[in-house]
């Protein structure tokens, strides 16, 4: 009875926000914020090169039917058919012809027609490079003009208003992919959810940051929120090409529309987005942050690293439906590997990059990213392209995990312990990779081929690996080192309990006697 009494009192709102304060429960917004809005990137990736193809090939269609002559005969009626004699006679004349010139072709030819899944216009296909790159980097594009605003925002006015602000930008996204039927509307609609994303990934880091204080710690958080941003693009690519292929362009928008109404409800109640608390010393201005030679190796390593995949996104579907007349679900299944490997690569690196070097666990994500992506052009089919792409999300994954939580410690060491900026140039790096591979890829695979493509990403990805060198012992300011010493000394006897923080075992020595 005690505990039925308990779970009748049980105020879930109430709960929600006494542990506001919560870093677990802060780490899990942010978690399912990146996952929604990864979510979002991909799944578009196994949808936009057939659904445009289509949708370029039923307009083509209907302007040879309607360029085609149109022979009505003369008087005021059509023709007839005769069921008789299987022969169709023109009203207001004796003329008469035989069907076979006129009627459609059985459904039975038309099925044999469209039986195979290989594109009917190679050349159009490969039209399509273009088109899609430029739709994929528009979001990438917007998120990188935004960030430099976003960044100097959260210093002012906190973390939780533009998280907030971009689950509403991204819902409004969400919704104009489901029922968008012209490039026009999904360009606009990807272009939208780069000012989302903006928000939601900049606050979200941000704040992070803030609230893991010690290096290692703020390592393994930032680890499992890439897991979100991991599983989001784990789940995207097999989820819309499969939904697509067998229930509609709209269906897989409209879920994830729903989902974000979840994290929207909660990060309402948790968050209570309507307070504005800004931060309490001012921090490094964003272009003193952009000079910094050693933030730059770390943002380049974050960028180059993920061109690869983000120039694999609209081209390697085009080149498996040029090379391997591969199904719609296919195009989405076909990076699952890199998916998986990516969540495998963030979580475990996430903690061990801490101890093995961070630096060293970057030179060796881009040098397996370089060899990884050359060797994807050898696959013969799907089951080929296993091995590479695993390899490539593997070690993305461990780029991306060791060099986020290196930005928030090189402003540690270096400057002023605000993290806004810093990580607006962090996400900057990313939309960069995101807004010239796609973009640049997009061409590059039109006019020399997708080979030359890989491998001239490969190339530069092991080129700028021996930079990630700079990155093992970073000078800073001497104070700054002492206090970095002694925090993440006291941190590891520091526990937090859900109410807030307190300490434990403050007296180490246990000779220690408070009255000596």
């Known amino acids: 009875m005690g505990g039925l009494d308990a779970l009748r009192q049980f105020n879930l709102i109430k709960w ?133 605003f976003i960044g100097p925002l959260t210093n002012r006015i906190g973390y939780q208003l533009p998280i907030f602000a971009g689950f509403c930008i991204m819902f409004i996204s969400t919704i104009m992919f489901a029922f968008s039927s012209s490039y026009t509307l999904l360009f606009l609609a990807r272009s939208l959810q780069g000012v989302g994303s903006s928000c939601s990934s900049v606050a979200g880091m941000g704040m992070l940051a803030s609230v893991y204080t010690d290096d290692e710690e703020r390592g393994h958080a930032i680890g499992i929120a890439l897991g979100g941003l991991a599983l ?109 490997s990516y969540l495998i690569g963030t979580n475990i690196f996430g903690t061990l990059a801490h101890k093995m070097g961070r630096w060293l666990c970057a030179l060796i994500g881009m040098v397996v990213v370089g060899f990884s992506v050359i060797c994807v052009p050898f696959a013969s089919d799907i089951y080929g392209l296993i091995l590479p792409n695993f390899g490539v999300g593997f070690a993305i994954g461990m780029v991306d995990s060791s060099m986020m939580p290196i930005m928030g410690y090189l402003v540690d060491l270096r400057h002023v312990s605000v993290y806004g900026s810093v990580y607006a140039i962090a996400d900057v790096a990313f939309c960069m990779g995101f807004a010239l591979g796609p973009s640049i890829g997009g061409s590059i695979a039109e006019s020399i081929g997708f080979p030359w493509l890989m491998t001239i990403i490969g190339i530069v990805d092991i080129f700028f690996a021996p930079l990630c060198i700079f990155l093992r012992n970073p000078p800073g300011q001497e104070e700054k080192i002492a206090i970095l010493m002694d925090t993440n000394c006291s941190m590891k006897t520091r526990s937090y309990s859900t109410q807030g923080t307190y300490y434990q075992g403050e007296n180490i020595d246990p000779d220690y006697d408070e009255y000596d």
């Not at 693009?233 to 709209?250: A, C, N, Q, R, W």
């Not at 964003?286 to 730059?296: H, S, V």
Request: aromatic content about 8%.
């Open 232 to 340: 989001g693009v784990l789940v995207g690519p097999p989820f819309g090409s499969v939904m697509y292929d067998f229930v509609g362009k709209t269906a897989p928008f409209l879920i994830l529309a729903f989902l974000a109404l979840f994290d929207g409800a909660l990060q309402l109640f948790v968050l209570q987005p309507t307070k504005v608390e800004p931060e309490s010393q001012t921090g490094t201005p964003l272009l003193t942050l952009m000079k910094d030679p050693y933030i730059l190796i770390a943002a380049g390593a974050i960028c180059f690293g993920n061109m690869a995949i983000a120039m694999m996104e609209p081209t390697l579907p085009i080149w498996m439906m040029e090379t391997m007349c591969a199904r719609k679900w296919q195009l989405g299944i076909a990076f699952l590997p890199a998916s998986i």
């Open 16 to 148: 929600l926000r006494e542990e506001g304060q919560s870093r677990k429960l802060i780490l899990f917004i942010v978690f399912v914020a990146l996952l929604l809005d990864n979510m979002l990137l991909t799944v578009v990736v196994p949808i936009i090169p057939s659904y445009l193809y289509n949708l370029d090939e039923a307009t083509d269609t209907s302007l040879r039917n309607s360029s085609l002559p149109q022979q009505n005969p003369a008087g005021p009626f059509h023709t007839v058919v005769s069921l008789y004699d299987n022969s169709v006679r023109l009203s207001g004349s004796n003329s008469t012809t035989r069907s076979t010139n006129v009627v459609p072709p059985t459904p039975g030819a038309k099925l044999l027609q469209n039986s195979s899944d290989c594109p009917q216009s190679t050349s159009k296909l490969l039209n399509e490079n273009v088109k899609v790159g430029m739709l994929f980097a528009s979001k990438a594009t917007v998120q990188l003009l935004t960030n430099p």
